[in-house]
């Protein structure tokens, strides 16, 4: 029996700074290792048929930590975009990113803009960076952009909101959170609502191909029922 691929996957990449801690490492080598299992995986769950896949890279409340390591999580994924991740976006992959422009440096948004650009007529699948991404802080901003649009309180409904989320994307049907921490974070609590959850111990940099695998396998076994009975 073949298994079954979920349609939008979310990833919450945790535990870098643990990762090289547990190897007398800093922590910014430990974000390092992470930004290559990112590309590793990424391609790895769009070979498997994954269609949207979401992965949090930094939190509007990571900017609570010091300023080096924000300063190094900034350049990193510059040059994560202009570099290594390419190999994924050339493989017809639409590239979007989902959270607040603000606090983020002039150069890290003119590579996301150009980003954006360069893979918008790509359809084989997406990839949505949630980049000083809150789940929070998105339904802050939804409730201020339909207020301002004067949005007729009528046609406002549980679908129609979706459309003033950072992106309308399916619901998440799976969410997977590395490094033994059973929380949410904040993430795309909007989108999560009917998510299956998957909890592993692996520091995010040890994440491997075969992990996965062993999600997908748990994913088929779990009875999604929406409410509904069987
Ligand atoms: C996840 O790893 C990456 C980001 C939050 C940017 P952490 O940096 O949170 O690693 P730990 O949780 O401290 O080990
Ligand atoms: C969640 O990890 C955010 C990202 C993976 C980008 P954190 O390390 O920031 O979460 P907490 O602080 O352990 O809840
Ligand atoms: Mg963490």
């Not at 979310?10 to 590309?39: F, P, V």
């Not at 979706?162 to 993430?187: A, C, H, M, Q």
Request: proline share 2%; glycine share 6%; net charge positive.
């Amino acid at each position: 029996m073949s298994l079954i691929i979920p349609n939008h996957v979310g990833i919450i990449m945790d535990g870098n700074g643990r990762w090289a801690t547990k190897r007398n490492l800093n922590r910014s080598q430990g974000h390092l290792a992470g930004s290559e299992t990112l590309i590793d995986i990424a391609e790895y769950c769009f070979n498997k048929g994954v269609k949207v896949l979401s992965v949090f890279a930094f939190s509007t409340e990571n900017f609570k930590r010091s300023k080096d390591e924000v300063d190094f999580l900034m350049d990193l994924s510059i040059k994560l975009l202009k570099g290594k991740l390419k190999k994924i976006i050339n493989n017809n992959i639409k590239v979007i990113f989902s959270g607040r422009k603000d606090r983020l440096p002039e150069q890290l948004l003119k590579t996301m803009t150009k980003v954006e650009k360069e893979t918008v007529n790509n359809d084989k699948a997406i990839l949505n960076i949630c980049f000083n991404y809150g789940g929070r802080s998105e339904i802050v901003d939804v409730i201020k952009n339909i207020v301002n649009k004067q949005v007729d309180i009528n046609s406002i409904t549980e679908d129609s909101i979706k459309k003033y989320l950072y992106n309308d994307l399916p619901d998440l049907d799976l969410v997977i959170r590395t490094s033994g921490e059973y929380r949410i974070s904040n993430f795309m609590l909007y989108q999560m609502a009917y998510a299956e959850l998957y909890f592993i111990d692996t520091y995010w940099p040890d994440f491997k191909k075969e992990d996965f695998d062993q999600v997908i396998i748990e994913y088929n076994q779990r009875d999604r029922r929406f409410g509904n009975v069987k």
